[in-house]
């Protein structure tokens, strides 16, 4: 099945510096990319929606500036967090989406800890 | 606008025996809905899925969900527990919507617990 792997698993950095997870498709290409937060026991809360050579679009709420979202190509979409602060810590899940299917697949996960 | 709730944040169960977890959706449109897995440290897994065909949805690892439209639901079923199944599961609804972004929307979560 397709596969979407997502790195780094796991980061810790220092309250002010920058950090930029990738997702990328490995076997098909990913039209549309979305990029989710999920707090400690909590649901996924859809962050932005990413369309390859456009900009993304981003839900209510989210800093655009904070979270910067570029989707280059068709395999690879990366997420920049900049300027993080510890409340930027959290559980970052990026998912991919051939075309119309419906279906998405979904990488690892990153988890974020910002000291 | 579309939202869906989970009705159970936990739910435990024995090994072997049956497991429901609940859904309720609310929907403008016709909706599509979902049942992802999580287990710790993994990314999400598609269980199955309602796209307006069958209202009663067979899955993998022999989960299925029926969709009743009159109680809007979709809960979650499976006869007989097993160890693995421990994990979170989402219900998720689609946002098929006039914008037909397919964007999904997601519920709170239902943590199922496993004993042996």
């Known amino acids: 099945g397709a596969v979407v792997s997502q790195h780094p698993s796991r980061v810790i950095c220092k309250s002010g510096t920058s950090v930029k997870i990738e997702c990328r498709s490995l076997?098909?290409?990913?039209?549309?990319m979305f990029w989710y937060r999920q707090f400690p026991k909590q649901s996924l809360m859809l962050m932005a929606t990413?369309?390859?050579?456009?900009?993304?679009?981003?839900e209510q709420g989210v800093e655009k500036d904070k979270f910067l979202i570029n989707h280059a190509s068709l395999t690879l979409s990366t997420l920049t967090v900049t300027s993080a602060h510890p409340e930027d810590s959290s559980f970052y899940i990026c998912?991919?989406?051939?075309?119309?299917?419906?279906?998405?697949?979904f990488g690892s996960g990153t988890q974020l800890s910002v000291l | 606008a579309q939202s869906v709730t989970q009705l159970d944040s936990h739910v435990s169960v024995s090994e072997g025996t049956p497991v429901l977890l609940r859904c309720n959706y609310s929907?403008?449109?016709?909706?599509?809905l979902f049942w992802y897995v999580q287990h710790p440290n993994k990314g999400l897994q598609l269980l199955l899925k309602?796209?307006?065909?069958?209202?009663l949805v067979k899955g993998i690892n022999g989960f299925e969900a029926e969709f009743k439209k009159s109680e809007t639901s979709f809960h979650l079923t499976k006869p007989s527990a097993h160890m693995s199944d421990a994990a979170e599961y989402f219900c998720?609804?689609?946002?098929?919507?006039?914008?037909?972004?397919?964007?999904?929307?997601f519920g709170q979560g239902t943590t199922l617990q496993v004993k042996p």
């Open positions: 998912s991919a989406r051939q075309g119309d299917n419906e279906k998405l697949f």
């Open positions: 990413s369309n390859e050579g456009s900009k993304a679009t981003y």
């Open positions: 998720v609804v689609s946002d098929r919507g006039s914008s037909n972004t397919g964007k999904l929307i």
């Open positions: 076997d098909f290409q990913a039209t549309t």
């Open positions: 309602y796209t307006s065909a069958a209202t």
């Open positions: 929907s403008s449109y016709s909706p599509s």
